[in-house]
């Protein structure tokens, strides 16, 4: 493990800053530590220095952060620049639940998303994305899904050499900039819960759109239809819970790995099916089996992989909807697609979500919901500080090691 100390002298702050709501004691530190990814399989701890803030920006303690998908496959090499521009360094983590320890007088009144009153000591979800607000998208598409002029992602861009540096959840302390959505996470929601808010969203936004065509031609999902997800990291695992909230009947989960699929059964999941032990007709056939020789009404590709894509558009059935969630990279890895066989035929739904939202506050409502029926936190099997985070990265790519791992910096 290395270390790399890029933080330069500098005095606590004065509680008594014009504008700015100090911090609680203890006093706010010189130096934070942090987790960067400097190139593919390699990471480090640094140190930056402690951010400052004006009347528009604030100072969160970092309470959990997830590790992504995203990030495994950033580490694994197979994304190396984010909107055209080099990833690395970055001090990563996007699914950020901290504590307000500094906030500017404006920022307590304009961050929260829902216009309540920010203040130190409130602990608060950050929406991964600053947009622009004035591009058409922006203006016209809901959620400002799409911004053609993304100022910032948490977590993943502007990299870790861009001060104010700390834009990432794997830190002690994280800048949080003017225009960031913040959200208040209840009271009686466990931060071990409130953390999947961000991928909740995804599944959240995913469902939605596949609910859309339903109530007229029998098309789209319903009550009581079938479901096959296909890759259940936390992200598929999110969707099937998702998909049960909204009625699901049968509920199929495949996977390469044991422990995801049992996580996977012990919260959703009637039938699982082992990818790595199946080819992908003994898989399509095996759903076809369960559903009455047809497929299923929905399924939904959280693995990732191109190919899981087409395996999807095989396996559903005529007129059934195909969510493609998990290629949030591009892999650079083309497939054979045949549009007519797999898709103009079968009049299939295509949905593609590719952002969580910057809404999420019904989200934080169904976690809240839901917690008494879905034990969430049981997907965490691994919490990490952020020394251990740097030496044991890599196991975010053994499906058979992880389903969830969190960063826990203090």
């Known amino acids: 493990m290395s270390q790399t ?55 969160l303690k970092v309470d959990m952060t997830g590790v992504c998908g995203t990030d495994k496959h950033i580490f694994k090499g197979e994304a190396r620049e984010l909107r055209g521009k080099n990833i690395f360094p970055y001090v990563g983590g996007h699914e950020i639940i901290g504590t307000i320890v500094e906030i500017g007088d404006r920022a307590s009144l304009n961050l929260d998303y829902d216009k309540q009153e920010l203040k ?32 910032m992602a948490y977590g993943l861009h502007p990299n870790a050499e861009t001060p104010p540096f700390l834009r990432g959840g794997w830190s002690e302390y994280m800048y949080i900039m003017p225009g960031t959505h913040l959200f208040k996470v209840p009271d009686d929601l466990p931060t071990g819960v409130a953390v999947f808010v961000e991928e909740l969203a995804v599944a959240y936004h995913s469902l939605s759109r596949a609910c859309g065509p339903f109530p007229a031609v029998n098309e789209g999902f319903g ?19 998702m998909a049960s909230i909204h009625g699901a009947g049968l509920r199929i989960a495949t996977d390469l790995g044991d422990l995801r699929l049992n996580t996977a059964r012990s919260l959703y999941a009637d039938v699982t099916i082992n990818a790595s032990q199946t080819t992908v007709d003994e898989r399509i056939s095996a759903v076809r089996d369960l559903t009455e020789g047809v497929g299923p009404d929905l399924v939904i590709e959280c693995a990732g992989e191109p190919e899981a894509f087409v395996e999807a558009l095989r396996m559903v059935r005529k007129g059934g909807t195909v969510i493609e969630v998990g290629n949030w990279v591009d892999l650079g890895k083309p497939v054979d697609l045949d549009v007519m066989r797999h898709i103009s035929s079968k009049n299939l739904h295509i949905y593609s979500v590719f952002h969580c939202g910057t809404d999420w506050s019904p989200v934080l409502a169904i976690l809240r919901q839901q917690q008494k029926n879905y034990d969430f936190a049981s997907m965490i099997t691994h919490r990490f ?8 990265m890599a196991i975010v790519t053994d499906p058979n090691a992880c389903v969830k791992i969190e960063v826990v910096p203090h």
């Open 120 to 151: 130190v000591g409130d602990r608060v979800a950050v929406a991964v994305e600053v947009n622009c607000g004035k591009c058409w998208y922006c203006r016209n598409h809901y959620n400002n899904t799409t911004c053609e002029n993304q100022i």
């Open 385 to 392: 500080g952020i020394d251990e985070l740097v030496e044991k």
């Open 5 to 59: 100390d890029l933080s330069t002298p500098s005095t606590t702050r004065d509680a008594t800053t014009p504008g700015i709501q100090p911090a609680q004691a203890p006093r706010t530190p010189t130096t934070v530590k942090a987790a960067a990814m400097t190139s593919p399989g390699a990471m480090e701890v640094r140190n930056y220095p402690y951010p400052s803030i004006d009347r528009d920006s604030a100072v």
């Open 223 to 241: 009550p009581g239809d079938s479901v096959a997800v296909l890759g259940n990291g936390p992200l598929g695992i999110l969707h099937g819970i």
